[in-house]
């Protein structure tokens, strides 16, 4: 059996419940059966024609179903079907999406204990390849350090902290301080390793001030290209969130 998380505003349409369990293989089949048991649901989940309503997202544990197999995502025993509305605001239609911020969390103290031991055995070789690792996972749209918050999750160290924001200004963020490092890189073969560690400290402070402080500088760099009207920069901040600040969890 798998658990459909339902959030507070739908809760009126399946008898106050929070969570419903269903016995389905797929998402899906959970999202018809759930519509099935009560189709007072179904016109706040899908349009006239059945299609999913473009506002609404659907994660699977912590990943959302459009970096799986959509709604054929399979549903295992155990597994959580979390429906979470989209919040208005944005530029991209249907507003913003959800983010897992603990899986951010997890990669900038990853970022931070990997420069750090770089600085303490003088490997600037690690400093490079910490770089690397981030430019690679912007230029993907994916989390550079992920494995380290999946290995997190099997342990049982971490969970889903899924938020509504918009995904872009932490990719940029992330490629941001690539960029930073691999100066840095390039400063360590010029010979000029105090400028190469000077960078290097630069990124564990900004993501230290991100991991502590709950602020994304390279977020708000983001927002403040976007308010210039800047190409590629097309999402705006999280209505009545300063930019950079990290959103407040939604009621779900």
Request: aromatic share 8%.
């Amino acid at each position: 059996m798998s658990q459909v998380r339902v959030p507070t505003p739908l809760r009126g349409y399946v008898a106050g419940q929070s969570e419903v369990e269903v016995a389905s293989a797929s998402v899906a089949e959970a999202l018809q059966e759930l519509v099935e048991r009560y189709p007072a649901l179904q016109p706040h989940l899908f349009g006239e024609a059945g299609e999913l309503r473009p506002y609404i997202n659907l994660f699977v544990n912590d990943q959302d179903v459009r970096s799986l197999h959509g709604q054929q995502t399979p549903l295992t025993n155990g597994d959580r079907l979390m429906i979470l509305p989209s919040i208005a605001g944005g530029a991209r239609p249907g507003g913003l999406r959800g983010v897992d911020h603990n899986a951010l969390r997890a990669n900038q103290g990853s970022i931070i204990a990997l420069l750090l031991t770089a600085f303490v055995l003088d490997a600037p070789g690690l400093a490079t390849g910490v770089g690397a690792v981030m430019l690679l996972g912007a230029l993907t749209g994916k989390i550079g350090f992920l494995p380290i918050y999946w290995a997190l999750r099997r342990l049982r160290l971490a969970g889903p902290d899924i938020l509504q924001d918009n995904p872009e200004p932490h990719q940029f963020s992330q490629g941001l301080g690539a960029v930073v490092l691999l100066g840095g890189a390039a400063a360590f073969v010029a010979g000029a390793p105090g400028l190469g560690w000077g960078l290097a400290w630069l990124v564990i402070a900004l993501a230290s001030l991100n991991l502590f402080g709950g602020f994304c500088a390279g977020c708000a760099v983001y927002y403040w290209f976007n308010r210039l009207g800047l190409p590629g920069f097309s999402q705006s901040p999280p209505p009545g969130i300063f930019p950079g600040r990290r959103p407040q969890p939604p009621v779900v």
